[in-house]
């Protein structure tokens, strides 16, 4: 079946890289995603990734896609106070209005 | 704003009220979704309308009754809930792409 699974909790100092780790089952996977989600609010999109991709780079962000694995992470570069938030890894299998399959989202606290 | 707005933010029901929530989009999306949050579990895929038909329904119970009258409007009917049922209720929408999904802010529901 899906699933996608990531670590519940990661804890950095600010303007250290933050580095967060998801792992998912589908290989038919066409697009995997990442979204941020600020308390009382919901989720917004960060970024995402085609499965023919190994990498993206958005600014601060990276993507690392590791597709013999199943492996995904998210790379948060200078990692600021205000990117404190539940990230959260999801996957879609098909294109057509399908949807997405979430992981339980990692905590990430920046002290400063 | 996200351009997914949902109403009301917040509610708080008892057992034997009946309650709907409301989800509207502008963005010209033709997919929309309920999806729940419950604390310390994954998101969890409640519904999914494309052009305002009804794909997938995700062995929801019946207390949950949605309805989609055009591609703009989305609501979740509800109905004899359970304390259980408590959480926060996330629409979203997309095109049928991989683009992404667009979510609304939630109403966090109180079953009393």
């Known amino acids: 079946g899906e699933d996608v699974e990531q670590s519940l909790f990661l804890s950095v100092r600010e303007g250290d890289s933050s580095v967060i780790n998801c792992t998912y089952t589908?290989?038919?996977?066409?697009?995997l995603y990442w979204y941020k989600q600020e308390p009382g609010a919901g989720l917004q999109l960060l970024t995402y990734i085609f499965s023919n991709m190994d990498m993206k780079q958005d600014q601060r962000l990276t993507v690392l896609l590791n597709k013999k694995d199943k492996h995904l992470s998210l790379r948060i570069a200078d990692t600021q106070t205000g990117d404190s938030a539940i990230y959260f890894c999801a996957e879609s299998v098909s294109q057509a209005g399908t949807a997405l399959i979430f992981g339980k989202g990692t905590t990430l606290s920046v002290s400063s | 704003e996200t351009g997914v707005t949902q109403t009301p933010r917040h509610l708080v029901m008892g057992m034997t009220n009946k309650k709907s929530l409301k989800c509207e989009q502008h963005l010209g999306h033709n997919a929309m979704y309920w999806y729940k949050q419950s604390a310390k579990k994954p998101l969890e895929l409640m519904f999914v309308y494309n052009f305002k038909e009804q794909t997938e329904n995700n062995s929801v119970p019946s207390r949950f009754s949605p309805e989609c009258p055009n591609s703009s409007h989305l609501f979740l009917h509800l109905h004899t809930l359970q304390p259980e049922d408590s959480a926060l209720y996330l629409c979203?929408?997309?095109?049928?792409?991989?683009?992404?999904?667009?979510f609304g802010s939630g109403t966090r529901l109180t079953v009393v």
């Open positions: 589908d290989s038919s996977s066409t697009y």
């Open positions: 979203a929408s997309s095109l049928t792409g991989g683009d992404g999904y667009t």
